[in-house]
């Protein structure tokens, strides 16, 4: 693993260890006002300011916990507040209002602008510089501090919303039918670009250099990463009307609007995500101190504040995969569940054997994804598991865990037998007895017969044989006929491999009966005649019915015939053996015979093949 790789890991768990007080999320602030609030601006966790109609100026220096009415000098609506360090800001309002304060908003003086229009927003890029626009396309530019506020031509008619300045040369101004503005020398001069909409434009933020966001009516998000050359769509989510923006860094930014709406983006707009405000009040304006602290305000008095990036706790996951009661589960096989709502950082997993969870054989934390592969070694074989999973994201860990399933673990795997009798390319009777060797774990076994190599011509094909051999049943197989069988195993979890594939050949003409005098004894014959090419004679007489296996050896011990290999009734009996497929030489023949009254026989005899 990279070194990178392994920081961005240890960055998310230490990141998730982090731990908040309640209350999670949103929660309301009390004003002491039911007028609307149109600015916020803090400039420390503890110090904010916000603005609104009549003149409303609050303060706080305890994170809001209470907020001081002070003194604004004027009764007209105040719109936007910018705070250039802890202790010097301005606001803009009505009819060309600007006020400033250099005691961190204990008081304030009126700066004359020399315009009667309403003024909406304001920036300073230092303590001296900075920019102010509103109605009718009015932009007005200081460069001592707004000693004096200089108007500057943008050639629009139409009302400005914001305006925001990378540095002293390059910014922006937006506002009405969608109308955004260029400048590079600190707004002497203008230049008209094309937004892509003309939906009302109430927000323009620069979050780098050359980049800039761009928010307003019908919850519509655009962004530009070439000083607004081009402007790619982004979506919120939302048709919500979207208010204000408050910028951290690149990637960071929140979004306030209509009917509490609250949208956050971690990585530059890629993804932006919905937050619970706690309230249905239009939200106006929005200011983070950091990636958690943050405040939006909004009309009748509306104050919120989060201490967690505007998070809640995660809520619970929820198991997906493998079902519950799963059985045949692989010991490496993949758990998965549903994702939590972000922001997350990671997931729990818990295993047991049992559903209290008191002995649990595996505990894994900093899971970043919602699904995880058991490594080897952890679960046993036909074993009973119980698993669940717990979310924990920036905020903290999860108030519960998921719903617990469970599952049993697959048997180990089977594999395919080794076939035994009759020996390959043997010849048979067209009863034969099928037989192969035991698989451990097998609890039964599948047997397929065919004329064709490929067996798509099936004869026979029995399932749930739960011995090493089968006789093939009467009627199945043809005199003279080539045959191919194979085996596979299978127990409740998996089927194998079918075994290799042998052959074996049904006899020219099978086995003769002549019931019209009846034996007194068993007996096996010499066959006629030895030596033979390529047939001979077998003859044997069964004095009571028994079961009867005539079966050929090679010097080996292998079968290379099976002639019979069923119950035969009393009577003295022929068996023409067909040597064609077999090479010259000396045969053992063997005649084993069981009466339903318990008496056995068994004879051996030889034969000499010759070609």
């Not at 679960?379 to 920036?394: F, I």
Request: charged share 10%; proline share 3%.
């Amino acid at each position: 693993m990279k070194k990178s790789t392994i920081f961005i890991l240890v960055f998310f768990i230490l990141a998730c260890v982090k731990l908040y007080s309640q209350p999670y999320g949103w929660f309301s602030q009390s004003s002491g006002t039911s007028n609307n609030l149109n600015g916020v601006y803090f400039a420390s966790a503890s110090t904010g300011i916000i603005v609104g109609q009549s003149g409303t100026i609050l303060r706080t220096t305890n994170g809001g916990t209470n907020w001081a009415t002070v003194t604004s000098g004027t009764n007209v609506h105040l719109f936007a507040v910018h705070f250039i360090n802890g202790n010097t800001g301005w606001v803009v309002g009505d009819v060309g209002v600007i006020l400033r304060t250099t005691n961190g908003g204990s008081s304030w003086g009126n700066q004359p602008t020399g315009v009667g229009y309403q003024l909406r927003s304001v920036s300073f890029i230092n303590s001296t510089t900075g920019f102010a626009a509103g109605w009718y396309g009015t932009f007005l530019r200081t460069t001592n501090s707004g000693t004096n506020w200089v108007s500057y031509s943008t050639g629009l008619t139409s009302n400005l919303t914001s305006v925001s300045f990378a540095d002293a040369n390059n910014g922006f101004a937006a506002g009405q039918f969608g109308k955004i503005i260029r400048t590079t020398n600190g707004g002497v001069n203008w230049t008209q670009i094309t937004s892509g909409t003309t939906s009302q434009i109430e927000k323009v933020n620069f979050t780098a250099i050359s980049e800039a966001v761009i928010i307003g009516e019908g919850g519509f998000i655009r962004k530009s990463t070439n000083l607004g050359n081009n402007w790619v769509v982004q979506s919120s989510g939302t048709s919500n009307w979207l208010m204000a923006n408050s910028v951290k860094n690149q990637n960071f930014y929140v979004l306030v609007g209509d009917y509490g709406t609250v949208r956050k983006t971690s990585n530059g707009g890629t993804n932006w995500y919905s937050q619970t405000s706690n309230t249905s009040s239009m939200l106006t304006a929005v200011s983070f101190v950091d990636t958690s602290i943050g405040w939006a305000v909004g009309i009748n008095g509306t104050i919120i504040k989060t201490t967690t990036g505007g998070w809640l706790l995660p809520g619970a996951a929820s198991l997906s995969a493998p079902a519950n009661n799963a059985t045949c589960f692989s010991t490496t096989g993949l758990l998965d569940w549903s994702d939590v709502f972000p922001p997350l950082c990671n997931y729990r997993l818990n295993i047991a054997t049992d559903q209290n969870f008191t002995n649990i054989i595996y505990n894994v934390a900093g899971i970043n994804a919602s699904q995880y592969v058991m490594p080897p070694g952890v679960l046993q074989y036909n074993t009973q598991y119980y698993w669940r999973v717990k979310a924990t994201n920036q905020v903290g860990e999860s108030a519960s865990w998921s719903s617990v399933r469970n599952f049993r673990t697959a048997l180990p795997d089977v594999y395919a037998p080794t076939l035994l009798l009759p020996a390959n390319n043997s010849t048979v009777n067209i009863t034969p007895q099928l037989s192969w060797d035991s698989i451990a774990i097998a609890s039964s076994y599948r047997v397929r017969i065919a004329t064709d190599t490929g067996f798509t011509n099936l004869v026979l094909d029995s399932n749930n044989i739960t011995r090493t051999q089968i006789t093939v049943p009467a009627g199945r197989l043809q005199p003279n006929t080539k045959y191919y069988w194979k085996v596979l195993s299978s127990n409740v979890c998996m089927s194998s491999l079918y075994s290799g594939r042998w052959s074996f050949t049904t006899a020219i003409t099978g086995l003769s009966n002549n019931t019209s005098e009846l034996p007194v004894e068993f007996r096996l014959y010499n066959n006629y005649p030895n030596p033979f090419n390529p047939s001979t004679l077998i003859s044997f007489d069964i004095p009571k019915t028994s079961k009867v296996r005539l079966t050929v050896f090679n010097l080996l011990g292998e079968v290379v015939s099976q002639g019979v290999n069923e119950e035969l009734s009393a009577g003295k009996y022929s068996y023409s053996f067909n040597g064609s497929d077999l090479s010259s030489g000396l045969y053992i023949y063997r005649l084993e015979a069981l009466s339903t009254e318990g008496e056995s026989y068994v004879k051996t005899f030889k034969m000499v093949l010759i070609k």
